[in-house]
Structures are given as C-alpha cells and as structure tokens.
C-alpha cells in the first residue's frame, strides 16, 4: 500500500505469497482482464515468472524480463565472477544452502525463495522445501499446470546485463546456470530443466517464444531508448 511496505515486502514476504498478492491486483484490474504484458526489472521478474506459472489467467502476452534472476542465484552479488571464486564465496554460499532450504526460512524471506545452490539440488531438503524448486518442477512434487501455465504466454523477451555483478551467475538472465564446479556455465540448452522440459521451456523455445537480447553494463545498467526498443519490439 505505501513504497515502504513494498520495499519491505521485497525482502521479508515470502515469493509464493508476493506473486499471490500480484494475482490478486491484477484480477481485481478490469484494464487486465483480456491480457496484459509483465515487464520485470531485477527480482520482479520472479514475480512475472510465478505468475506466469500460477495462474496466468488473465494471460500474459509478453514476459519482457530485464536483468531478472528467473533461474535463481548462486551466490551473493558480486561472487563468482568471470569463473573466479574466492574461498569467502564458497563459504558463504555453503552457509546460506544450509539456512535456506527450511520452511521458516522460505516462508520469511524471498532472496531465499530463488537461491539455487547448485550443489545442493538433489538434496530433499531442497526439493522440499524450495520454493524455486518447485517453480522448476525438480522437486520432489511436481505440478503439470506449472508447465500448461508457462506455454499460455506468447513471448519471453529475456534482457542479460552482459556486466551484471548482482545476479550470480548473469547467464541465469538467459535460463542458464552454473554447472557442478561452480565455474563451468551451462546455457539455456545444456541445463536439465530445458532438456527434459520441466516446466516448458524446451517446448516454448521450439514454438520461437524464447527470445534474447542485452546490454552492456552493470545491473539494471540502461537506457529509455533501450526500454522504449524492448516495449516496441516484444510488446
């Protein structure tokens, strides 16, 4: 209600309950009940990306994502860059897997909601309890409508910040991800989630909904000539 309460929430509600409250708004809109586009700046995206695979009714037209962390974090900003991690990184990054994957944890805050450790996927607490495990359907429930859900929406515009330091790692703008060794980045294409469509994407991409595109700079690092382009281009 206030830009306090929506700071707040940003941090201390959890991304299921976000995307709820954003389902909410957007089915009371009578301007949204033929469709609408969501266009997502940083961690908005998730709550684009949740809806999408929620409810989208009424149905999203056009994703248009800008820096978003659709396929979660690795780590904290500014950690493993360029291939390079420190050993802080990896400590860090080994503290925040074992404090995230609880019910109160994902239950209080939403950057726990999308970090994906990805040495810790195939662990149950993980796939029990993450809530972007369950947005991947790597979980250990899955949900079809998740994937139904996904392939409503026509285009997914996909905007990387070629020099992001704040989503880890920056290929993850692009569905990527780390592989095992934390160096190693695996594209779109190369990830399970894409090559056994876990939730879609494999087949939204075959139907040419997955498109990319990307700036130069840092983190949420452009222009309104950029964002004007995109709009006029995707939406």
Known sequence: ???????????????????????????ADPKLKNGFNCVGLSQGNNICRGYI???NEPMVNTHLSIHGPLAGVAALPNCYLDGERGELCQEISDVMAKLAYNEKMQDFLFQADYFRDISSVDTESYK???????WNNEGIETDANMKSNFLKTNKFAMIKANGDTVVVPREGEWWGQYDTDFETTLTMKETAWYKDDLFGLKTADEAGKILFNSTEGNHLDFTTDELYGWLDLYC
């Open 1 to 27: 209600d206030t830009k306090s309460d929506d700071t707040m929430n940003g941090f201390f509600m959890d991304m299921n309950t976000n995307v709820d409250v954003f389902a909410e708004k957007v089915k």
């Open 128 to 134: 029990k309890y993450s809530q972007m495990a369950s």
């Open 53 to 55: 695979q929620r409810y």
